[in-house]
């Protein structure tokens, strides 16, 4: 069996930072894509940003230039730097990766995702 297992979110003010942390665990044989999404009340979940097994990354629009997506392959570990954190970035994050386990079946999972709160 798989999980994964997210931490870091929090409240924090408008213009600070957090580091979110999702690990991965269980019958594992190797990790494919690691990415992090978010949904905001009413609204649908979206990309924030993706990276590769290879380190090759991708972020939405609206957090280049803020955000970073790292992974740490021997840890089975994807993180995300959020800098500059606006009222926008408030939502539920969640973690997804692609993950082919010791039994052979190849699928994405997800993290019970974590809150970020922004204030004034």
């Known amino acids: 069996q798989v999980q994964l297992v997210e931490s870091g979110g929090g409240l924090v003010q408008a213009g600070g930072s957090l580091r979110l942390s999702c690990a991965a665990s269980?019958?594992?044989?190797?990790?494919?894509?690691m990415a992090w999404y978010r949904q905001a009340p009413g609204k649908q979940r979206e990309l924030v940003a993706a990276i590769s097994y290879g380190g090759s990354t991708n972020y939405a629009d609206s957090v280049k230039g803020r955000f970073t997506i790292s992974r740490d392959n021997a840890k089975n570990t994807v993180y995300l730097q959020m800098n500059s954190l606006k009222f926008e970035d408030a939502a539920v994050y969640y973690c997804?990766?692609?993950?082919?386990?010791?039994?052979?079946?190849?699928?994405?999972?997800w993290g019970q995702g974590t809150q970020v709160s922004v204030s004034s």
């Open positions: 997804n990766a692609d993950i082919l386990s010791s039994s052979g079946l190849r699928r994405g999972y």
């Open positions: 269980g019958s594992i044989f190797s990790i494919y894509d």
